[in-house]
């Protein structure tokens, strides 16, 4: 069965509770976009009227995703797989420049990031390649070689935006469900030390600004005024905070601008400076109750192919939450990654709404169909 029949027990089983966390990071997202952009001028269209229209546009495709079954989704896997590289490719020819980095591709209109979305489409195509692949052995190396070409082309085309952020969630997100899946251990030290050995080679492929950021991490007040900005704003803003907060449009470090990009990476510090440790941690609690939301589906998913998606999808949160407030508190160095359903953003936003759109699926077919 291809869809779900409209009968009581699809609103008997659908997943409230996941759409409800959903919809309310959402909506605090909405709140804080406002905020970030209250002292701009309005001769532009706002930002927080913008993330609506993609929240409605992300909504939808989430419903349509869940009406469809998700193991008809996954035989499109390569396929899916092979437009995105495509699309990643377009950008070297097409591609919309911002801020120094090549990474959109324009239609009719609208602006998307290829690279967001291929971010969904490796977990599809990992779980796609294991469940096809199934061992009751932990995995060796050798067997892991056609997962890793899967991975390395994306990684290697982000990586040439230059999207420093996104590619290296990839690559975590890879590292995420081969440990999932299982590895065996001396396959695992050999890796870990070939990563190793490779980091220093991958330094030379960095860009000027990106190896600045990863050394000003250790020393932000080096360059207070150039590469250490970022950080230094942020940290003065988080714990401008305090413990209440400023209040809702009262942030200094916020509405005077001395925030940068705080619709998109900072978004985080703007909410602190705001709503202080208390809003603070109220907002990591309810991501906190998604991931673990996510797991439970994961752990009760009626086969291996759903099980692998739902902790994919899992892990992709996971890792985005603790980076993106690991890096605006000055305690992991700044990557460009944003804060799921929180950062200004059409491309994430969709990409996000499309894989809550899968975990509901996932959910729901335990009870719509038998096996």
């Known amino acids: 069965m ?62 349509v995703i869940f009406f469809i079954d998700y193991r008809l989704i996954i035989k499109g ?11 990643l490719a377009l950008v070297y020819i097409y591609g919309y420049t911002m801020h120094g ?3 959109w591709l324009a239609f009719g209109g609208f602006v998307f990031q290829p690279s967001e979305l291929m971010k969904l489409t490796i977990i599809i195509v990992l779980a796609r390649y294991f469940d ?49 899946v299982g590895v065996n251990w001396k396959s695992f030290v050999i890796a870990l030390a070939g990563g190793l050995i490779l980091i220093p080679i991958g330094w030379l492929f960095l860009k000027d600004y990106q190896k600045e950021r990863l050394i000003t991490f250790f020393n932000p007040e080096n360059d207070p005024l150039g590469a250490g900005y970022h950080i230094i704003q942020s940290m003065i803003a988080v714990g401008s905070g305090g413990f209440f907060g400023k209040g809702f449009l009262n942030g200094s470090q916020t509405q005077l601008k001395f925030l940068p990009e705080q619709q998109t990476d900072f978004v985080f510090s703007v909410f602190a400076e705001e709503w202080g440790f208390i809003g603070g941690m109220v907002l990591i609690i ?13 752990l009760h998913a009626r086969d291996l192919l759903g099980t692998i998606i739902a902790f ?5 949160i996971s890792w985005e939450v603790i980076i993106n407030i690991g890096m605006v508190l000055g305690i992991l160095p700044v990557v460009g990654i944003p804060l799921p359903f929180l950062s200004y953003g059409g491309s994430a936003m ?10 509901m699926n996932i959910n729901v077919r335990k009870f719509i169909l038998q096996r």
Not at 19 to 48: D, K, T, W
Not at 77 to 87: D, N, R, T
Not at 286 to 298: D, P, T
């Open 286 to 298: 309810m991501f906190i109750s998604l991931i673990l939301w996510g797991l439970k589906i994961a």
């Open 132 to 180: 096809d692949h199934k061992s009751n052995e932990p995995y060796k190396l050798k067997e892991l070689f056609v997962p890793f070409l899967i991975v390395i082309g994306p990684f290697l085309l982000i990586l040439k935006q230059p999207d420093l952020g996104t590619a290296l969630i990839i690559m975590i997100i890879f590292a995420s469900i081969i440990f999932f």
């Open 2 to 63: 291809i869809f779900l029949k409209f009968d009581r027990r699809i609103f008997q089983n659908f997943d409230w509770m996941l759409l409800m966390l959903v919809l309310s990071i959402c909506a605090i997202g909405i709140l804080n976009i406002y905020s970030a952009g209250y002292a701009i001028s309005e001769r532009q269209f706002p930002f927080y009227l913008k993330q609506i229209q993609w929240i409605a546009l992300g909504l939808i495709i989430m419903m």
């Open 101 to 103: 980095s090549q990474r």
């Open 312 to 316: 994919g999808i899992t892990a992709l």
């Open 350 to 359: 969709v990409s996000l709404m499309t894989a809550m759109g899968l975990l």
């Open 77 to 87: 896997a390569y396929v899916i797989y092979g437009i995105f590289i495509a699309l």
